[in-house]
């Protein structure tokens, strides 16, 4: 169950970006589980890939396949094709390699995304049957089915859309993701795509998708687990009229804020769908001698399952907040300094329990189900903020179950 309302958006038409799915049932056959996504010859592609040492074999493939102009995206649910070794490398290759003999391309322009289940081959002959069915699918308006067609756990399809203006020209972007568990990302989340008609080089590209993902993705976290198969592709199809994008001009800056917009809508939607979520959580931390600080305060106590519960039960258990704060690391943190709120509800002040406090005010906040915690460190200036969501009995229930 979803937190909040998740409502799938009335997505436009990029230019030069079609979509096509189709079911091989890899796992299930109740929905689509391939994607593929067609760019343009002239099209920009960026991408970012988990830092986990044991990426799986498409994330290493995609790496590579980056440097070669790509034209396709290949994307499977239901199995990841990670700690699979020789066999999952030569298993992702093989779809490539089908892939571009129907498409009429070349291996190397094929980038492949999976995710599912961990450790478990590929069906390749599955897979490689459905792709003319994917193919004969392409079309620009199937957003809504591309965003269903990579879903595991989620319970919804995630996808953002944004149009502006540049030079009196529309330029158009569209995002789809899917994650709800395995979310600690450590570049991205599980899976996210974006595509925009705007004309732009790659180099540049790939600096506003970095830029993006760290202040969107890398500031999210469900449980706490970076996956094998973190992956955030970022397309330019170069079909816009409006001029081209170039370094240190007005319109790249207003086209990084719009692609850092749409990477935080889709983290956000990530949060709000984490496994057995019930309530979203924002932390706020401020007054930090840097963003690096306040990250790692935030994510201490996003991560902490003590705090989790707590949220999940409505406890104002509010000593495992300033636990999470303690243990965070902080060198020569002034303890009388720090103070911590649930929404407008000081509870931590002056190195202890706010005197103005009470279990009254703090338990109308914690019945909510969207909550702010703000820490202030009483230390500099920097201010970040995490989202995390509680931890409950479904979701030991939903990663208990995954495999069955």
């Keep these: 169950m979803a937190v909040g309302q998740c409502n799938f958006p009335n997505m436009p038409k990029v230019a030069g970006i079609a979509l096509g799915t189709t079911c ?26 988990t830092q986990n040492a044991f990426c799986a074999a ?71 049957a459905a792709f003319p069915a994917a193919i004969k699918n392409l079309d620009e308006a199937n957003w809504a089915n591309a965003a269903r067609a990579i879903m595991t756990t989620d319970t919804f399809p995630k996808g953002v859309t944004k149009t502006f203006d540049l030079d009196g020209q529309p330029i158009t972007i569209n995002g789809i993701s899917k994650g709800a568990g395995m979310i600690q990302p450590n570049m991205a989340t599980l899976l996210a795509f974006i595509a925009t008609d705007a004309i732009i080089d790659q180099a540049l590209l ?6 993006a993902v760290e202040q969107s993705f890398n500031l999210i976290s469900v449980d706490g687990d970076t996956s094998t198969n973190d992956s955030c592709v970022l397309m330019a199809s170069g079909c816009s009229a409006a001029p081209k994008i170039t370094p240190d001009s007005d319109a790249y800056t207003i ?43 935030g994510k201490t106590i996003a991560h902490s399952p003590l705090v989790k519960t707590a949220f999940f039960a ?24 720090v103070q911590i709120y649930l929404n407008s509800v000081c509870i931590v002040k002056n190195g202890g329990r706010a005197d103005d406090y009470n279990e009254e005010a703090g338990q109308q906040v914690m019945d909510q189900e969207e909550i702010t915690v703000t820490v202030k460190l009483g230390r500099g200036l920097a201010a970040q903020e995490v ?8 979701y030991v229930k939903i990663n208990a179950e995954y495999r069955t």
């Design 387 to 394: 989202l995390t969501c509680d931890l409950s009995y479904d």
């Design 24 to 49: 091989a049932g890899i796992k299930q056959t109740i929905r689509d589980d391939i994607l593929v996504v067609q760019m343009p010859a002239q099209a920009s592609c960026a991408a970012v890939f």
């Design 58 to 128: 498409p994330v290493q493939i995609a790496k590579a396949n980056l440097l070669h102009q790509p034209r396709w995206l290949l994307v499977n649910s239901g199995n990841a094709n990670a700690g699979t070794g020789i066999q999952g490398l030569q298993d992702a290759q093989a779809c490539c390699a089908e892939l571009a003999k129907i498409a009429g391309g070349l291996n190397q322009q094929v980038l492949p995304f999976s995710t599912g289940v961990i450790g478990m081959p590929l069906p390749v002959a599955k897979m490689t």
């Design 314 to 337: 409505s406890d104002p258990n509010w000593g495992r907040i300033l636990a999470a704060v303690g243990r965070a690391g902080i060198e020569n943190l002034v303890l009388e300094n």
């Design 255 to 297: 086209f990084a804020a719009a692609i850092l917009d749409v990477c935080k809508q889709l983290a956000e939607a990530i949060i709000r769908d984490g496994e057995g979520a019930t309530k979203l959580i924002r932390i706020h931390v401020q007054e930090a001698l840097t963003d690096e600080e306040a990250v790692r305060v």
């Design 206 to 211: 790939q600096t506003c998708l970095a830029a």
